[in-house]
């Protein structure tokens, strides 16, 4: 039992259960109220922070990361493209056709009256709906459980899951997304990636090993090695 726990490495989760547990008690304040809260904070430190925060979640930072990834063993790179495709799959899905057109927090706040009220961080182009749940925190912690797993080192993963909180945070605060749709991200993207991980690891696969290498010394600068 002990040794399927480590394979699995269920423990490199916990502070990640222990973040989505303790922010549960936001599910008590009013639809916008969190948004409306990090709103008063905003200053031009925060707002530099924050939007540099955001940009990480952006989907098209997943291929500044493979070019990261590739350099690993197969086994690794099929395991975050997996990972990529379930959870971009859940994330359209939900996006485009099952929650499709949902206000995102500028239209709901129009509809109340308060938009005059809410400072939004210049060069931050607002988008108005699919608002739920949230991609830019779902491919942070879909990136950000990936490294968890891979380094397989306890503190490491209390610094990265932080990380990927505070990105998560970042669209709220620039007035994108609610709660509910941050917290659902960040269930997304962790659940997908552990899916995929399982997928992979209880498999064996004869091309697991090989990884590309750069090799000056040859003709061929990319070389494909067994390790």
Known sequence: ???????YRFQLLLPFVIILLGSVFFFTYPKGEVVLLLN?????????IFRKLSSIGNALSVFFFLLI???FKFKYLYFFILAFAIESFIIIICKHLIFDGTFRPYLFFKELGLLDAIDFVQGVKIRKTDSF???H??????IATFFVLKLNNLKSSVVIFLLATLIGVSRMYLVQHFFAD???GAVVGVL????AFILVFKTQKSWYNYRLTINTNKESLVVLTNE
Do not use: D
């Open 192 to 195: 997908a990636t552990y899916t």
């Open 182 to 184: 941050v917290f659902t």
């Open 137 to 142: 925190t779902a491919y942070s912690f879909f």
């Open 133 to 135: 749940p949230s991609g």
């Open 40 to 48: 008063k904070l905003h200053n031009p430190t925060f707002n530099f």
């Open 1 to 7: 039992m002990i040794n399927k726990y480590k394979q």
């Open 69 to 71: 990834v590739v350099r």
